[in-house]
């Protein structure tokens, strides 16, 4: 079965502090997708990234990097001098060959000033 | 380009009564999903159109829902009669390719049956 775990429900933090949240997959398939979404106030779900897994490869975008392994079925996102404009729901989602995604319970993320 | 919309953003009903929601993908999609998240739980998979038919409507959760994707390009979801346990964030996505894609999200319509 495939199934997605963000076990940190709410995360808190002050404006500047680096911020990890964590998510962890699991799946049969040998090929597969990995995504994260932002849903900020507003309620739309953003799209973030995408990864395939034959790539490993960690990938940085400004303030944001995601960490994918998959010895450990993990595919973490970190955001380095969080901001206000971060506080939002985080999904990560897994994607296989029927095109559906499998969503972590998501991760609240509150930055304070 | 325009993005993934929908209408309404929100509906309140009763119990028993019908509505309909609609999903605009973007232009040229031919994948079209709908999904939804109730009560602050995981976002789940409803169904899955590629034109105008259903690839797979797995995750639909009974015969009083029914979603139409006339001519490959909207899609309509309705519920009737609609149930309490309804209530929930309907989003429908959007996308391009015939395998694994990045599927772009609508901004949701928030559905409240009392």
């Known amino acids: 079965a ?5 076990a940190q429900t709410e995360i808190s933090v002050v404006e500047k502090e680096d ?7 699991e799946t049969r398939d040998t090929t597969y997708y990995l995504f994260w979404y932002k849903q900020p106030p507003s309620g739309e779900l953003v799209f973030l990234i995408r990864r395939n897994s034959f ?31 971060d506080s939002a729901v985080y999904f990560c989602a897994l994607g296989g060959g029927y095109n ?3 969503f972590g319970a998501g991760t609240r993320l509150a930055v304070h000033p | 380009e325009a993005g993934v919309t929908q209408f309404p953003s929100h509906s309140v009903i009763e119990k028993g009564q019908t509505v309909t929601l609609r999903c605009d993908p973007i232009s040229g999609h031919d994948n079209l999903y709908w999904y939804r998240r109730v009560m602050g739980k995981e976002i789940k998979f409803l169904l899955h159109f ?9 995750g639909m ?22 149930e309490l346990e309804d209530s929930g964030v309907y989003f429908c996505a959007s996308s391009q390719g015939p395998v694994v894609d990045t599927q772009y999200f609508g901004p949701g319509t928030r559905l409240t049956v009392l």
Do not use: H, M
């Open chain 1, 2 to 6: 495939q199934k997605v775990t963000q």
């Open chain 1, 19 to 25: 911020v990890t949240l964590d998510c962890v997959y």
């Open chain 2, 61 to 82: 959760p009974n015969n009083r829902f029914l979603a139409e994707r006339t001519g490959g390009t909207y899609s309509t979801l309705k519920v009737q009669p609609a």
């Open chain 1, 55 to 85: 790539d490993e490869q960690n990938e940085i975008s400004g303030r944001y990097s995601w960490n994918f392994q998959k010895s450990t079925s993990s595919f973490n996102f970190t955001i380095t001098a969080s901001q206000v404009v």
């Open chain 1, 100 to 102: 559906k995604l499998i």
């Open chain 2, 50 to 58: 590629v034109k105008e038919s259903k690839q797979d409507e797995s």
